[in-house]
């Protein structure tokens, strides 16, 4: 029966292929103007900085969809016909090698819908962490502490943990721990790290964001850990350095000093004894 259904492929004129790469063309021009434009804004917006750039991806897959559907429409006239082979030869595609893009497609459409992080987060994706700089067709991009541009493919959703330090927030917790030597006083250490947080810079208390140090005894040395939250996620590291800096050199002044111990092996410590 199906050899007798007629299936005529629509005829592409030049014409045609030139309007498709001009739409094409026009879609991406306008969506790097676009994303620069929201870029600009976000930094001057404060507090919003991450809302504003949440729009981005939103605005790309729109775009590319209508631009996609504008050329579909010239090529196929979109019949139903056309419409099915379209669908016959995507699906072969697919199973033939386009799988992973396909994925990566997906992938892009369901994290700009459920938002499981977005553009201004930092996260973990895999072995990498850093701020979200992009969410693109194919992979997200993101800029590591060391400043390395990372594409991660966007099917790494479906088969990996994802964490995001902040979930959308401009501000996010920072953990600092520093050791020191179990004989030194330690409430005088405690005290000395709660006033170096308190009064960094880049630091943000408020109701909802308070801050705390802990303290925790080893054998030969205690751990302070401090839970802080930044004013803005991408100062971080700078918070972190500062905080640990200050700290030290009041440390120093009250003679507060870094464990000193060799650490062994347990295997070797055994053959030891």
Do not use: C
Not at 50 to 66: A, C, D, E, Q
Not at 135 to 141: C, Q
């Amino acid at each position: 029966m199906a050899e007798n259904i007629p299936v005529e492929l629509p005829i592409v004129d030049i014409w045609t292929i030139i309007n498709s790469i001009l739409v094409i063309l026009i879609a991406y021009l306008f969506i790097r103007a676009i994303t620069f434009i929201l870029v600009v804004i976000s930094e001057r917006a404060g507090q919003y900085r991450i809302t504003v750039k949440m729009v981005i991806p939103l605005l790309k897959f729109s775009i590319y969809g209508i631009a996609i559907y504008i050329v579909l429409k010239d090529i196929l006239h979109l019949g139903s016909e056309q419409l099915i082979l379209f669908g016959g030869l995507l699906g072969a595609g697919i199973g033939f090698g386009l799988k992973d893009l396909f994925a990566d497609i997906i992938g892009g459409i369901i994290i700009t819908l459920e938002k499981p992080y977005q553009v201004g987060d930092k996260v973990k994706i895999g072995d990498y962490y850093g701020e979200v700089s992009d969410i693109g067709l194919r992979a997200t991009k993101l800029v590591t502490p060391d400043d390395n541009l990372v594409s991660a493919p966007n099917y790494l959703f479906f088969t990996q943990a994802v964490a995001s330090a902040n979930a959308g927030a401009p501000e996010m917790m920072v953990v600092i721990d520093l050791f020191i030597d179990s004989d030194s006083d330690s409430v005088r250490a405690i005290k000395i790290l709660k006033e170096s947080v308190a009064t960094s810079k880049y630091v943000y208390i408020s109701k909802k964001r308070p801050y705390t140090v802990l303290m925790k005894d080893f054998p030969f040395y205690r751990r302070l850990r401090a839970k802080a939250y930044v004013n803005d996620l991408r100062y971080e590291f700078e918070f972190e350095s500062e905080v640990t800096r200050r700290t030290w050199i009041e440390f120093s002044k009250h003679g507060i000093k870094a464990p000193k111990v060799n650490v062994m092996e347990a295997g070797t410590l055994s053959k030891a004894g």
